[in-house]
Nanobody
Framework: QVQLVESGGGLVQAGGSLRLSCAASGLTFSSYTMGWFRQAPGKEREFVAAISWSGGSTYYADSVKGRFTISRDNAKNTVYLQLNSLKPEDTAVYYC????????????????WGQGSQVTVSS
């Protein structure tokens, strides 16, 4: 049974930082593209960042480029999202996802999802 478990969310002031982690089990982690999405209240879930199976390629939404960094540790079956220079508009539930197809930008590119971690940025 595949499980993706996010952690590290919380409440932070604008300009602050957080690091999200997503621990994976039940799959060959190093074979999967890993992504982060977020969903704010009343809005659709949107792509944030993704990383290729090897970690050699990373992709970001324009809204987070230069502020967020995605990384992975295949030995620990874990993907991370470092969130810096946070803004109130970054407030959302953040989800990690695993996809075996090698694509990254759409929800349908992913096969497995975590339960989400709340990030709240106060102004």
């Amino acid at each position: 049974q595949v499980q993706l478990v996010e952690s590290g969310g919380g409440l932070v002031q604008a300009g602050g930082s957080l690091r999200l982690s997503c621990a994976a089990s039940g799959l060959t982690f190093s074979s999967y593209t890993m992504g982060w999405f977020r969903q704010a209240p009343g809005k659709e879930r949107e792509f944030v960042a993704a990383i290729s199976w090897s970690g050699g390629s990373t992709y970001y939404a324009d809204s987070v480029k230069g502020r967020f960094t995605i990384s992975r540790d295949n030995a620990k079956n874990t993907v991370y999202l470092q969130l810096n220079s946070l803004k109130p508009e970054d407030t959302a539930v953040y989800y990690c996802a695993a996809g075996w197809r090698g694509y990254y930008g759409k929800l349908s590119d992913y096969n497995f999802w975590g339960q989400g971690s709340q990030v709240t940025v106060s102004s």
